[in-house]
């Protein structure tokens, strides 16, 4: 079973261009995160989605970003004119409908954005 | 703001030794907490949660602790190995969100 999956792994944009980071879940998870994290920090969370939903997207900039996550292929959190203060690495998680009791949220590899 | 928080940034450590990593959060009604490593250029990954009905919980040479009056919990690795070199930090689950504190990178020193 193929862990959670990212792409690209890096990413260099100019700033005002767009940039489009995508994850595809582990198998039979239903539900994805999104977190960034700037350089000697923790993860900040983002967004919440399950299929064609927005669960909780309250850790997401008004402006600039948005995030989906189809009824059929990868999520896509979205940045439009990106600054250079987007420059950081952007974290996907997958889980299953939690359940039980232990939660576990999957981490994928990352995408680091660069912004020049 | 963040409610979960590390005491140290960084932690160096014999290789053989125990390491402790120390952590508090400010919620009392935070109720489930989980404790990530990170290596360079990787994603976290799970090591082992806790709830807040429990005080202590082990895994394969790690055990964590919760001291709920002091609102402090912490991660101890049994004989520590080079390959446990990372940033751990501690996190804390509220509304499906992961909460994540700053993290303490772990040096092994041989």
């Known amino acids: 079973n193929a862990g959670v999956m990212q792409n690209p792994r890096h990413l260099v944009r100019r700033r005002g261009q767009e940039a489009r980071l995508r994850c595809s879940p582990m198998k039979g998870h239903s539900h994805v995160y999104w977190y960034r994290q700037l350089p000697e920090e923790g993860l900040k969370f983002m967004v919440y989605?399950?299929?064609?939903?927005?669960?909780?997207e309250s850790g997401m900039p008004k402006e600039r970003f948005s995030a989906e996550f189809p009824k059929e292929g990868p999520s896509i959190l979205r940045i439009q004119q990106v600054v250079r203060g987007d420059s950081a690495a952007y974290f996907c998680?997958?889980?299953?409908?939690?359940?039980?009791?232990?939660?576990?949220?999957?981490f994928g590899p990352g995408t680091r954005l660069t912004v020049t | 703001g963040e409610s979960v928080g590390l005491h140290l940034p960084t932690l160096s450590v014999q290789e053989g030794d125990n390491s402790i990593i120390n952590c508090a959060y400010s919620n009392s009604a935070s109720d489930y907490f989980i404790w990530y490593k990170q290596e360079s250029g990787k994603g976290p990954q799970f090591i082992i949660d806790?709830?807040?009905?429990?005080d202590k919980r082990q895994g394969q040479r790690v055990t964590v602790l919760l001291n709920k009056t002091v609102k402090h919990l912490s991660l101890q690795i049994a004989a520590t190995q080079p390959g446990d070199s990372a940033v751990y930090f501690c996190a804390e689950l509220r509304d499906d969100k992961i909460i994540f504190g700053k993290g303490t990178r772990l040096h092994i020193l041989p």
């Open positions: 998680a997958s889980s299953p409908q939690p359940q039980g009791l232990t939660y576990e949220q999957y």
């Open positions: 806790i709830r807040s009905n429990m």
């Open positions: 989605l399950q299929k064609e939903n927005i669960i909780d």
